[in-house]
């Protein structure tokens, strides 16, 4: 008979805690020194296992804090629950612990699905703020969570925040502005800009020689034409050698 046993581990140095789930207690203590000493452990700079490394093996105090025959239970929910409880997660606000996920992915081949993490991960997430289209801001500490209840993708709502996608749906990038018109001014802006930088940068340049023998270079032929009385399909057809003149205009 299998008993399944949640695990404590302390840092007696700085109070950390790291909480696992074993199916054969002490299999995983063994395997987690192992994998702290050897640089050919895919887990060798683990979180925890770096920590071991630093703070020396004989400084952590290991314990089992729950036992059950019902593996699935102990590992779908207790030491996500535990966990919590240490406030063991990386990723939680003033992270208490070396947990680099929320539990519940390990052996048993469970996996915790996003929403129930994010359910149980009370402090997990940074600050975000966003400009929503009627005009206010909407700012919140759960980014995967506010995407999965408002329906929205996660990967485009991160872009918006970054800034490398203006808006998505009904939401604008906030960039520290006093209000959303001037958001949309200072884009169109931008826009404006690149497509200007744009334009200079793929415009090609025309050298001419004008009827008096000067040379003439300049990047916009059509207002070129324009500004000397020229047509603009004619003078193009000298700048590329099929027509040898046009009013006195040549190539150099």
């Excluded at 302390?10 to 050897?38: C, E, M, T």
């Excluded at 025959?69 to 990723?91: A, L, R, W």
């Excluded at 207002?223 to 190539?251: C, E, H, I, Y």
Aim: with cysteine.
């Amino acid at each position: 008979m299998i008993i399944y046993s949640i695990y404590k581990v302390v840092n007696q140095i700085n109070g950390k805690v790291y909480i696992g789930f074993d199916s054969k207690w002490p299999n995983r203590k063994i395997r987690h020194l192992k994998d702290a000493r050897s640089k050919r452990s895919r887990a060798h700079n683990d979180i925890f296992h770096k920590a071991i490394r630093k703070s020396g093996q004989e400084n952590f105090v290991w314990e089992v804090i729950y036992q059950s025959k019902d593996g699935k239970h102990c590992k779908d929910n207790m030491e996500n629950y535990f966990i919590v409880e240490n406030h063991s997660f990386i990723n939680f606000e003033n992270s208490n612990g070396y947990n680099m996920t929320l539990g519940g992915d390990g052996m048993l081949g469970f996996k915790h699905s996003e929403k129930s993490k994010l359910k149980n991960s009370i402090s997990c997430g940074k600050m975000f703020k966003v400009w929503h289209k009627d005009g206010h801001i909407i700012e919140g500490k759960h980014m995967k969570n506010f995407c999965i209840e408002n329906d929205l993708n996660y990967e485009s709502f991160k872009k918006v925040l970054s800034g490398k996608l203006f808006s998505y749906i009904n939401y604008y990038t906030y960039d520290g502005e006093k209000s959303f018109e001037e958001a949309l001014n200072k884009y169109q802006e931008k826009i404006k800009n690149s497509m200007q930088i744009m334009g200079e940068k793929h415009a090609k340049t025309y050298t001419l020689k004008n009827p008096g023998g000067k040379l003439m270079t300049f990047t916009n032929l059509a207002k070129f034409a324009r500004d000397n009385d020229l047509n603009p399909q004619s003078l193009k057809q000298v700048a590329m050698g099929r027509l040898k003149s046009n009013k006195g205009w040549t190539l150099p």
